[in-house]
C-alpha cells in the first residue's frame, strides 16, 4: 500500500540553528499538507498545496518558516532559526485532490526538539 | 470560525469494555465533512472514518460505530468490545467546504487506554 513517506523522523537542534523536513507524498496525489502537532495538542495546518502552488498558508509563520513544492511532488517545509517553541511534530499529509471531504493520507512524522 | 471539542482528555477501560468518545463541533457552513482519526504510539494518524453533514444515518463498521447528530452538533465514536490494539490518541476533525483546499480542523483528542 502506498505511504506518505518523511524524513527525517527525529530531528534535535539548537536554538537558531536552521532545520528542513521533508516529505514524499503518494504518487498522483495533487494536494500536500504540512501539519504541526505541539505534545497534547491536535495538529494545525501549517500550509497546503495544490501542485506546486499554495492554497493556504495562514497559519504559516512566515518570518522564520519556509515551504516549497517546486515540481508539485515532494516537498520541504524549512524553519530558520529554530525557535524553543518550535519543538513539536510535523506532519505531512496528501489526498488526490483538495475538494473538502477528501481523505488525507498522513506520514509517520518529524518529532523536532529544539534545546 | 471552525471549532471542534473533545471533552474527554483521557478513557481508561479493561479490554471488551465498549468506549464512547464525544466530539462537538462549530460551523457556520451547511455543508461539511466529519472525521475520526486514531494515532498511536508511532505517531501516524490513521484515518477511521468520514461522515458529510447531509448523511445523518449511523452506521457500524466492525467494532467502530459512529452517532451523528445535527441537532446538537455532536459526533460521538463508539468502540465496542475495546481491544489493547486500540489504546491511541482519537481525533476529530472537521472539513468545510467553504473553506480553501480542504483544511482539517482537529479537536485536542482523546487518549484511550485499554488495560488486559
Known amino acids: 500500500e502506498a505511504e506518505v513517506a518523511q524524513s527525517p523522523r527525529y530531528k534535535i537542534t539548537e536554538k537558531s540553528q536552521a532545520v528542513a523536513f521533508w516529505c514524499d507524498p503518494i504518487s498522483g496525489h495533487a494536494t500536500l499538507y504540512w501539519y504541526r502537532q505541539i505534545l497534547g495538542q491536535g495538529p494545525e495546518l501549517l500550509v497546503q498545496?495544490?501542485?506546486?502552488?499554495?492554497?493556504?498558508d495562514s497559519q504559516l509563520p512566515k518570518d522564520r518558516f519556509s515551504a516549497e513544492r517546486l515540481k508539485g511532488v515532494d516537498s520541504t517545509l524549512k524553519i530558520q532559526p529554530a525557535e524553543l517553541g518550535d519543538s513539536a511534530m510535523y506532519l505531512c499529509?496528501?489526498?488526490?485532490?483538495?475538494?473538502?471531504?477528501?481523505?488525507?493520507?498522513f506520514g509517520p512524522g518529524t518529532r523536532l526538539t529544539v534545546t | 470560525a471552525q471549532k471542534v471539542t473533545q471533552a474527554q482528555t483521557e478513557i481508561s477501560v479493561v479490554e471488551k469494555e465498549d468506549v464512547t468518545l464525544d466530539c462537538v463541533y462549530e460551523?457556520?457552513?451547511?455543508?461539511?465533512?466529519l472525521f475520526w482519526y486514531k494515532q498511536p504510539p508511532s505517531g501516524e494518524l490513521v484515518f477511521l472514518i468520514r461522515?458529510?453533514?447531509?448523511?445523518?444515518q449511523n452506521e457500524i463498521s466492525g467494532r467502530y460505530s459512529w452517532n451523528f447528530q445535527k441537532s446538537t452538533s455532536s459526533f460521538n465514536f463508539t468502540i465496542t468490545a475495546s481491544q489493547v490494539v486500540d489504546s491511541a490518541v482519537y481525533f476529530c476533525?472537521?472539513?468545510?467546504?467553504?473553506?480553501?483546499?480542504?483544511?482539517?480542523?482537529f479537536g485536542g483528542g482523546t487518549r484511550v487506554l485499554v488495560k488486559p
Open positions: 461522515r458529510n453533514s447531509f448523511d445523518e
Open positions: 476533525a472537521l472539513s468545510e467546504a467553504w473553506a480553501a483546499g480542504n483544511k482539517l480542523t
Open positions: 460551523t457556520r457552513d451547511t455543508t461539511y465533512y
Open positions: 498545496f495544490q501542485d506546486e502552488s499554495v492554497v493556504d
Open positions: 499529509a496528501s489526498s488526490l485532490a483538495r475538494l473538502a471531504g477528501d481523505e488525507q493520507y
